[in-house]
């Protein structure tokens, strides 16, 4: 198996676009979760997903956040308007119940 | 609520000198733990996980953590550390059936 893939692994945006990071979990996992990463806050979980489902978003921290799993291969997590403090390392991650993580490369975001 | 804590944002080891990396947990119930380790620019990896059974678990590249039920304490150790384990590490403990709650994260620095 390929892991957890992400896309873009870099990018890099002005303030004010769309940003859309995919991730592609690994097959036969049942959760999917959106995490952020910076130096100031450390490690946060977004959202996420149970057999496509989103169970728990209190973690996207503002309505301009979104995120998706149309299918079990698939999701999105997307930001519009993106501004600055969006600036950050985005995972994506999968696993089966009460289990391990699997993590991505990651999203390294820039929003100028 | 779950919860872990990791009291060291650094720890520094000589190379060839065992190393422990320090998670007490806070559960209701039995629990689950776990670790996983960030190299630079990459997603977390895992390493271990504690559910039940020997309190004595074996992970890979020659990592080991001590689960302590009256301590409530997971420290992840290793006999002799190599300069190539110089990374980030998390603790973590499962909240639910699907989500995991993270420790902020310790830095060891293995020096040749």
């Known amino acids: 198996d390929a892991g957890v893939i992400q896309s873009p692994r870099h990018e890099v945006t002005e303030m004010g676009q769309e940003v859309t990071l995919r991730c592609k979990p690994i097959s036969g996992h049942d959760y999917l979760f959106w995490y952020r990463q910076t130096m100031m806050r450390g490690l946060e979980l977004l959202i996420y997903?149970?057999?496509?489902?989103?169970?728990?978003d209190s973690g996207m921290p503002e309505d301009r956040f979104s995120a998706k799993m149309p299918n079990a291969s698939f999701s999105t997590l997307k930001i519009q308007p993106s501004e600055p403090r969006d600036s950050a390392v985005y995972f994506c991650?999968?696993?089966?119940?009460?289990?391990?993580?699997?993590f991505g490369p990651g999203t390294r975001l820039t929003v100028l | 609520a779950q919860s872990v804590a990791q009291p060291e944002d650094q720890v520094n080891v000589a190379e060839g000198n065992p190393l422990t990396v320090k998670c007490t947990y806070s559960?209701?119930?039995?629990?689950?733990l776990f670790w996983y380790v960030q190299y630079p620019n990459r997603g977390l990896q895992f390493l271990l996980k504690y559910i039940t059974g020997d309190n004595l678990v074996k992970g890979s590249y020659g990592f080991e953590a001590e689960f302590n039920k009256s301590q409530t304490s997971f420290h992840l150790k290793k006999p002799s550390a190599l300069v190539s384990d110089s990374a980030l590490y998390f603790c973590a403990v499962r909240v639910n059936a699907g989500k995991s709650t993270f420790g902020d994260g310790t830095t060891l620095t293995v020096k040749p």
């Open positions: 997903f149970n057999n496509n489902v989103p169970i728990d």
């Open positions: 559960v209701s119930g039995n629990p689950y």
């Open positions: 991650a999968s696993g089966n119940r009460g289990n391990e993580q699997f």
